[in-house]
């Protein structure tokens, strides 16, 4: 996966913040929770782990379904951005939405009992709207999916 300007490999277990902090930083809850850490951020991009259980809501015969991966991707931008206000101590609205959807392209859906790993790069931000790309991929580094957000928060 390249990150910035250098290729790197992930481990998706290696947190930045434990999940249990994760869970408390976003607003969304159990069952409804689509990212387990950050494990890779700096101000413009972030990569963050799941790992996708047989007993996830939005799993479908062994596979996370495309809405779960389309959650996977704005619950990542809004980790990214809420975990850079809580390092520089501002208090951010953990509430927020999906404007748009652009670009989506789903090359596979990704298997149950495994991690996948989500790219974030902020494109453009104005006031509270966030445009990313982001990009799924697999523990292998395979590309699975990629799409570009637009994500506002009040």
Known sequence: ?????????????????????????????????????????????????????????LVQRGFLSEVGLIENMAQSIALQSIYMAYLNSIEKSQMGFIGAIDN?????????????????????????????QTEVFTESNKKIAEAKLKTATP
């Open 104 to 132: 989506l392209v789903i090359y596979e859906l990704p298997k149950t009992n495994s991690y996948i790993l989500t790219k974030v790069k902020v494109i453009q931000e104005f006031g509270a709207i966030r445009l990313c």
């Open 1 to 57: 996966m390249t990150f910035g300007k250098s290729s790197i490999a992930m481990n998706p277990t290696n947190y930045l913040i434990p999940i249990s902090k994760t869970q408390e930083l976003l607003p969304q809850k159990t069952p409804f929770v689509m990212v387990d850490s950050i494990i890779h951020q700096n101000n413009q991009e972030a990569v963050c782990s799941f790992y996708i259980q047989e007993n996830n809501i």
